[in-house]
Every structure is written in C-alpha cells, then in structure tokens.
C-alpha cells in the first residue's frame, strides 16, 4: 500500500484535497504552544494586544531555519507525520 509522508517546520502547511474538501496534513508550530521549548533555549514569548504571540518579539513562528539572530531560541527539527 502507498503512504504519504509529511514533514512540516514553522508556517509551511501541508494541505489534501480529498473529494473537494481540503484536509490539512500539518501543525503551525506557534510560540504560544511551545513557549516552554523556547524560554528553556534563553528566548521569551512576547504577548502585545491587537497581534499574535512571537518569539523575542519578532518571528511568529516557533520553529525554523535560515534565521541566524534567533537561531539559539528556536528549534529547527521537523514535525513528520504518515499517513495511510
């Protein structure tokens, strides 16, 4: 049988179209759900009314590559799912 692979890190969504419908494979990784990832790599979450939760202020992601000043906060491994 075939399986589906999917990797994902930060905003990239990985999304199926099943029938018309869209199903979506992936999970945003959002500061506010793995603020204790980055405050324990020496980063903060900030929380500023009107916009959305960032790490150290500025990325509103919380996993990522390629951002070198707040490489040390951040994680960069994948979320990686299967499916049937």
């Known amino acids: ?3 589906l692979l999917v990797a994902n890190v930060g905003d990239s969504r990985a ?3 099943k029938n018309g ?3 979506q494979l992936s ?3 959002e500061p506010s ?3 204790g990832s980055i405050e324990n790599r020496g980063g903060f979450v900030s929380n500023i009314p009107g916009d959305v939760p960032r790490v150290n202020g500025q990325l509103a992601v919380s996993r990522a590559f390629g ?3 707040l490489k040390t906060h951040l ?3 994948p979320d990686v799912k299967e499916w049937d």
């Open 75 to 77: 994680r960069s491994d």
């Open 27 to 29: 999970v945003d990784h």
């Open 15 to 17: 999304v199926l179209s």
């Open 33 to 35: 759900t793995e603020r």
């Open 21 to 23: 419908t869209a199903i």
């Open 67 to 69: 951002d070198r000043s």
């Open 1 to 3: 049988s075939l399986k």
